[in-house]
């Protein structure tokens, strides 16, 4: 079956740096990708809308040049969390839908990134 | 605008009982739902789905009917296992957009 693939699993660093986290489709072509953000205990918040050879679309009240995305190719995108802070300490989970059939997302493993 | 009502967690439940969790929603048009489950320390895994009024759908026991009338999508198993604690979420997409709005989730734990 399809497979996201998202990298790495778990990262740590330290406050100021900037981290990226990738989202691959294995097996199929995306054109749209989602990156969201998880909360401990809670629900999923979307944070941006990845297409493509465009820019990303973002949801309301997320900083864009907080975290960038970007969108390549068919089978890859990326969420970079600039001058990171511990308040960006979260579980981040990428998904990714086939574009060529009307299938549900796909979701990667997600990334737990901690700030120290 | 779009939602997704779960009841609240946690559930916690012996070995072979049986499970429900129910889910509401609220939507324009005619939304495509899901429930999703989310073991410790990993991502969403679709469970299962359905897009259209009256559909069930069903995976590994679980099983779930598109109830157009009242607007639900509860979440069944005749007996749970141990291998069933997660979090699950209820989820719905619009036919016309590709996002993907997410109930707030149920913790299950199923107990020995």
């Known amino acids: 079956g399809a497979v996201v693939s998202q990298h790495p699993s778990r990262v740590i660093c330290k406050s100021g740096t900037s981290v990226k986290i990738e989202c691959r489709s294995l097996?199929?072509?995306?054109?749209?990708m989602f990156w969201y953000r998880q909360f401990p205990k809670q629900s999923l918040m979307l944070m941006a809308t990845?297409?493509?050879?465009?820019?990303?679309?973002?949801e309301q009240g997320v900083e864009k040049d907080k975290f960038l995305i970007n969108h390549a190719s068919l089978t890859l995108s990326t969420l970079t969390v600039t001058s990171a802070h511990p308040e960006d300490s979260s579980f981040y989970i990428c998904?990714?839908?086939?574009?060529?059939?009307?299938?549900?997302?796909?979701f990667g493993d997600g990334t737990r990134l901690s700030i120290l | 605008g779009n939602s997704v009502t779960q009841m609240e967690g946690p559930v916690t439940l012996s070995e072979e009982a049986f499970l429900t969790i129910n889910c509401t929603y609220t939507?324009?048009?005619?939304?495509?739902l899901f429930w999703y489950v989310q073991y410790p320390g990993e991502g969403l895994q679709l469970l299962l789905k359905?897009?259209?009024?009256?559909d069930k759908g069903s995976n590994k026991g679980f099983e779930a009917t598109y109830r157009k009338e009242t607007t639900s999508f509860h979440l069944e198993k005749g007996s749970v296992q141990v291998s069933d604690s997660a979090v699950y979420f209820c989820?719905?997409?619009?036919?016309?957009?590709?996002?993907?709005?997410f109930g707030p989730g149920t913790s299950l734990s199923v107990i020995p």
């Open positions: 998904s990714a839908r086939d574009r060529t059939v009307d299938q549900p997302q796909h």
């Open positions: 097996d199929f072509q995306a054109t749209t």
């Open positions: 990845s297409n493509e050879g465009s820019k990303a679309t973002y």
């Open positions: 939507a324009t048009g005619y939304p495509s």
């Open positions: 359905a897009t259209k009024a009256d």
């Open positions: 989820a719905l997409k619009e036919t016309s957009y590709d996002k993907v709005i």
